[in-house]
């Protein structure tokens, strides 16, 4: 199981701003911390606001803040909202399809590893919070 991009950045922007709860953060600065396009993550960041997983405040001194608290955020849920589909091979145009076992094999698969992320919220993730923060902090010279 391959997630995408967009997932990948989803996740990470969950995390950065759930690691610094006491602020609002900038797309900008979130960019720079993972030295990703800023174009990409203003797509995601609008997407996860819509979604409620995220809470914006425009002007000089907005920012972005998580929607939610970080315990009520599940990794399935959010991994299933950022997913497009889920079809791990293509059976619908394959010819043995209707007598394959690996169709049924392989749905089993993915309801097991979603249900493994459903098991996980972001307060999981963010255990070490001051540890995650404290690596995007500037390195001295």
Same mark, same amino acid.
């Given at each position: 199981?391959?997630?995408?991009?967009? $997932?990948?950045?989803?996740?990470?922007?969950?995390?950065?701003?759930?690691?610094? =709860? /006491?602020?609002?953060?900038?797309?900008? /600065?979130?960019?720079?911390?993972? @030295? %990703?396009?800023?174009?990409?993550?203003?797509?995601?960041?609008?997407?996860?606001?819509?979604? @409620?997983?995220?809470?914006?405040?425009?002007?000089?001194?907005?920012? %972005?803040?998580? +929607?939610?608290? =970080? /315990?009520?955020? %599940?990794? +399935?849920?959010?991994?299933?909202? $950022? *997913?497009?589909? !889920?079809?791990?091979?293509?059976? +619908?145009?394959?010819?043995?399809? =209707?007598?394959?076992?690996?169709? @049924?094999?392989?749905? /089993?698969?993915?309801?097991? !590893?979603?249900?493994?992320?459903?098991?996980? $919220?972001?307060?999981?993730?963010?255990?070490?919070?001051? *540890?995650?923060?404290?690596? !995007?902090? =500037?390195?001295?010279?």
């Amino acid at each position: 199981m391959r997630l995408t991009r967009y $997932t990948d950045y989803a996740m990470r922007v969950l995390l950065y701003v759930g690691a610094r =709860p /006491e602020r609002l953060c900038s797309i900008a /600065e979130i960019s720079r911390a993972y @030295g %990703i396009s800023q174009n990409h993550l203003m797509k995601v960041v609008h997407d996860l606001g819509k979604a @409620g997983y995220l809470a914006s405040a425009r002007g000089r001194f907005g920012g %972005i803040k998580l +929607g939610r608290a =970080p /315990e009520d955020i %599940i990794v +399935g849920a959010v991994v299933r909202h $950022t *997913e497009d589909g !889920f079809d791990l091979v293509d059976c +619908g145009t394959c010819i043995i399809a =209707p007598a394959c076992g690996l169709t @049924g094999a392989l749905r /089993e698969a993915l309801a097991a !590893f979603l249900a493994v992320l459903d098991g996980y $919220t972001l307060a999981d993730l963010l255990a070490k919070r001051s *540890e995650i923060a404290n690596l !995007f902090a =500037p390195k001295a010279a």
